[in-house]
Nanobody, 124 residues
Framework: QVTLVESGGGLVQAGDSLRLSCAPSGRTFRSSAMGWFRQAPGKEREFVATINWNGGTTNYVDSVKGRFTISRDNAKNTIYLQMNSLKPEDTAVYYC?????????????????WGQGTQVTVSS
């Protein structure tokens, strides 16, 4: 059984930083694109960031560009989301997702595996 386990969420103040981690189990995703999505209360889940299989290509939603960085360590089979200069509007449940294919994409339906999510709350 394939699972994705997110960690690193929490309650912080505006301007603080957090680093989320996602560690898959049940298979490796070294040749797979990975992504982060988030869902705020009362809103639909939205794309945040994606990275291709070797880390050479990344893409972000405009609202986090310059503040968030997605990265991966294939030796550890782990991806990260470094979040700096956090804002109250970043408050959401953050989900890690994995594709079967290698190419990064913002399209939610292209992801085959999903984690349970980790809560990030940013107070003003």
């Amino acid at each position: 059984q394939v699972t994705l386990v997110e960690s690193g969420g929490g309650l912080v103040q505006a301007g603080d930083s957090l680093r989320l981690s996602c560690a898959p189990s049940g298979r490796t995703f070294r040749s797979s694109a990975m992504g982060w999505f988030r869902q705020a209360p009362g809103k639909e889940r939205e794309f945040v960031a994606t990275i291709n299989w070797n880390g050479g290509t990344t893409n972000y939603v405009d609202s986090v560009k310059g503040r968030f960085t997605i990265s991966r360590d294939n030796a550890k089979n782990t991806i990260y989301l470094q979040m700096n200069s956090l804002k109250p509007e970043d408050t959401a449940v953050y989900y890690c997702a994995a594709r079967s294919g290698p190419l990064a994409t913002h399209i939610e339906g292209a992801y085959d595996y999903w984690g349970q999510g980790t809560q990030v709350t940013v107070s003003s």
